[in-house]
């Protein structure tokens, strides 16, 4: 069943200037020690779009693996201090990916962030629009979804984030493995989203407008009733972001045309 609670439209600035009512939503960067490219580049996201911006949504996955918050993770410090600076001036929410389903609270006092339910509906402008990473969208993939049920079990949370580090990080790279073994032999549709599955998500949460990420394949899709779906891309190491400013998106992305 799908859980969301309505998220309060950020409180406008006062005297706010043009630039500060945009709002930008990112997912999927991987952030690794293996991509130097993409650390960088979010880097400078941060100190340039985002500092502008009056809100970020960050959809899932910034992490390639999040472990638990009692990870000091040293190659993730120079940018969990970069996001703690930024919200002073920007609002931050982060909401789960499947590879980083495990930050918590802990990280989210560190960060001064709010974490997001999978899915949270808000207003934005006259729209009613909804935020979900896009995991659960893939309705097709069921040893996927199956998997999915397992690790957001609150009772095996528990039990891996009890594991020494050293365990978890064992897991999670056999985990790795597994995954990327299978995902060759799965067929691509079944890796994106399901159209009856989207079409049913955005009924049931009454919502003119969806945006998530998770499939990595950036676009912005109109669909029947003047509704729409917008994916989010992943950074190539280019950044990948869309943009609400002055009531419009705007989908930034050097592979979307
Ligand atoms: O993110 P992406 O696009 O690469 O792949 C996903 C799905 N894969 C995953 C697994 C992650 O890629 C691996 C890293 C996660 C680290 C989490 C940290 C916590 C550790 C938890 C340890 C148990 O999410 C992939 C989808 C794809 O998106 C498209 O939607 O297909 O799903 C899979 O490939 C999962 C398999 O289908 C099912 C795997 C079952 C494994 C069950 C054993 C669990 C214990 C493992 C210990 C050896
Ligand atoms: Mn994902």
Not at 54 to 76: C, H, K, N, S, T
Not at 163 to 169: A, F, M, Y
Request: aromatic fraction near 8%; glycine fraction near 4%; charged fraction near 25%.
């Amino acid at each position: 069943m799908c859980r969301w609670k309505p998220l309060p439209l950020p409180v406008p600035l006062e005297n706010s200037v043009p630039e500060l009512s945009e709002i930008l939503f990112i997912s999927d960067l991987h952030l690794h020690q293996s991509q130097p490219g993409i650390t960088e580049n979010f880097l400078n996201f941060i100190e340039t779009r985002a500092r502008r911006a009056r809100v970020l949504y960050i959809l899932g996955d910034l992490f390639e693996v999040w472990l638990g918050d009692d990870d000091p993770a040293q190659e993730y410090s120079r940018v969990l201090d970069a996001l703690h600076h930024l919200s002073l001036s920007t609002e931050l929410y982060f909401m789960h990916g499947n590879r980083d389903f495990l930050v918590g609270e802990q990280l989210a006092r560190r960060v001064n962030l709010t974490l997001l339910e999978d899915p949270t509906v808000f207003q934005l402008g006259s729209a009613q629009v909804a935020l979900m990473h896009g995991d659960l969208l893939c309705s097709d993939d069921v040893d996927y979804q199956n998997f999915r049920k397992l690790v957001r079990d609150p009772e095996w949370q528990q039990n891996f984030l009890a594991k020494p580090l050293t365990e978890r990080q064992a897991i999670a790279n056999a985990l790795r493995e597994k995954s990327g073994a299978e995902m060759q032999h799965k067929k691509n549709a079944i890796m994106d989203v399901n159209p009856q599955t989207v079409e049913q998500t955005m009924k049931n949460l009454n919502v003119d407008i969806l945006i998530h990420g998770h499939t990595h394949r950036p676009g912005i899709q109109p669909l029947a009733e003047n509704k729409q779906r917008i994916t989010l891309g992943d950074w190539h190491p280019e950044p990948s972001y869309l943009s609400w400013n002055n009531g419009e998106f705007t989908l930034v992305d050097s592979r979307v045309v």
